[in-house]
């Protein structure tokens, strides 16, 4: 990372205090402690509570400022009226960051202590939260949250707004096997923002994308500034709640978030190269093709399918989306017919017939995947009765690794148990792959947006 910022010390601290750690499972001053431990972080832990001796074995402290070694991260879990003690307990250690778990602030309509713990801390101090779930960084291997005790490691550093969605989110990603990189409940936003940690994860290494759900913010131009920096360097990908006026309603009593018009939200977003997801499926469709794959370096692409059902849809969904199929050039055309039956189709989408077995999908996208005037593929597969789905994965993914990464690829199982079982095994090995047609050309569309974006920017343009 090239230049440090004052929330570094969220993501990789030398000592961490937890202030409210408890003896008692289930506690969440407990379940923080107990995945710090467990998580395989190296730098220090310090339990506080002036009422226990250790806390899962570890020597607790009565006050913070007892702790002698350097504590640069406290994680606040007493409740709301002990807050600010703890809050200035930290600003005489010379703590540089805390965490505040604790509800009971501006989202239940008291700002007035929420202001007065951030005074307090400013300007050394730097403030997460209140009301959040925590921070975990795969970076420090630091699980500084009361979440899941696994979470499995990937690319993407997920910012959230919402706490159970969060929560939800960190088993669901380690499940799917997408992984992240980090996971930030941002809670009330009362200092630290999405703006701070957009900043901070586009200078991250181990961070190649950054996904947002949020309900609103306070500091818009800070935000988008913030972000069109950012873009440059990665892409980020937006659920924005409160499409609807009901919606918006909503996010306000959740977070006391003021929603703002959604049709604002739309044009800063864009303006700012900042990519809106419909909803929780559509963005983990577009970060998953974003991580595993380079963006493409021209328009042309080709849908390789052994249905051709499947390759109408998906033509058709590229025709909705503004992709262009591409026209392929008739050497490429005669390649692809020598090694196909004579009732498939040569025209883009290539249809390989239901008979097209492992063998055939590996030597037509090798002919693909090789050509300068093809730019990325979409290949999908529907089950058939005589066609094994994991021999099809694997020569996907056998073209892929021969490919060198090259090109983008993207695809689709169709089908029953057989073909999850295909469509799992691709997604171990990081293969961006969906379960219809349709969000294998969605995720194709996010691929291609990223590649429009890198071209403006090539061009000397801004974001958008
Ligand atoms: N310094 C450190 N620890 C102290 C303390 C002090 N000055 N005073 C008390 N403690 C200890 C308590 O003794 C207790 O430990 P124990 O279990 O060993 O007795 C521990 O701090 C916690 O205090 P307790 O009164 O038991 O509170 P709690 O655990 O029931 O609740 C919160 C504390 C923070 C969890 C609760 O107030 C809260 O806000 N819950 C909601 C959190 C949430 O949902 N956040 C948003 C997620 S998205």
Known sequence: MSKKSDVDCFFSPKGVAIVGASQTPGKIGHEIVRNIKLSGFTGGVFPVNPNAETVLDLKCYRNISDVQAEVDLAVIAVPAGLVEGAVRDCVKKGVKGAIIITSGFSE???KGLEEKVVSLARPGLRIIGPNTFGVFYAGSRLNATFGPGKVLRGKTAFI???????????DWTTEEKYGVSAIVSIGNKADVDDADLVEFFSRD????SILIYMEGLRDGRKFFEASRRAVRKKPIVVIKAGRSARGAQAASSHTGSIAGQDAIFTAAFEQAGIMRAEGMTQAFDWIQALNENPAPKGENIVIVTNGGGLGVLATDRCELLGLKPAELSNDLKQEIQAITPSFGSVKNPVDLTANADDALYGKVLDLVLRRSDIDGVIALFCQTANIDPTLVAQAMLDARTRDALEKPIVAAFVGGHLSQVAYSRMLEK??????TAERAVDAMYALMARHRQLEHFKAGGGAA
């Not at 959230?160 to 960190?170: F, R």
């Open 205 to 208: 290494p181990s961070t190649s």
């Open 108 to 110: 239940v309509g008291d």
């Open 430 to 435: 990081k293969f961006a792959v969906y379960p």
């Open 160 to 170: 959230t707004q919402s706490g159970a969605l969060g929560l939800a989110l960190m």
